[in-house]
Nanobody, 115 residues
């Protein structure tokens, strides 16, 4: 199983930006996909963005054009750059990895968008 450590959450005003980081305990090129999910209070967990081993990316419609997923292979780290944040982006953000058929989740990092 892959250990995932997230960082970068916090409180930001509407329209502001944050960058989340997720570092894997294994060579990320051995991971099929690394994704960011989020779960708002009272809502189901939803996929925000994903990046595959080959570097293909995908985004939820609600964040397209505002969020960017990227990676640093040398650091085994995936990033989620979040711009133009809205109050509805408030949630716990989780890093996810699928490797050799096994799912791994990070503990989550809280993002609060509020004035």
């Amino acid at each position: 199983q892959v250990q995932l450590v997230e960082s970068g959450g916090g409180l930001v005003q509407p329209g502001g930006s944050l960058r989340l980081s997720c570092t894997a305990s294994v060579n990320m090129l051995s991971i099929d996909t690394m994704d960011w999910y989020r779960q708002a209070p009272g809502k189901e967990r939803e996929l925000v963005a994903s990046i595959t081993r080959l570097g293909s990316t995908n985004y939820a419609v609600s964040v397209k054009g505002r969020f960017t997923i990227s990676r640093d292979i040398a650091k085994d780290t995936v990033y989620l750059r979040m711009n133009s944040l809205k109050p509805e982006d408030t949630a716990v953000y989780f890093c996810y990895a699928r490797r050799m058929g096994a799912d791994s989740w990070g503990p989550g990092t809280m993002v609060t968008v509020s004035s």
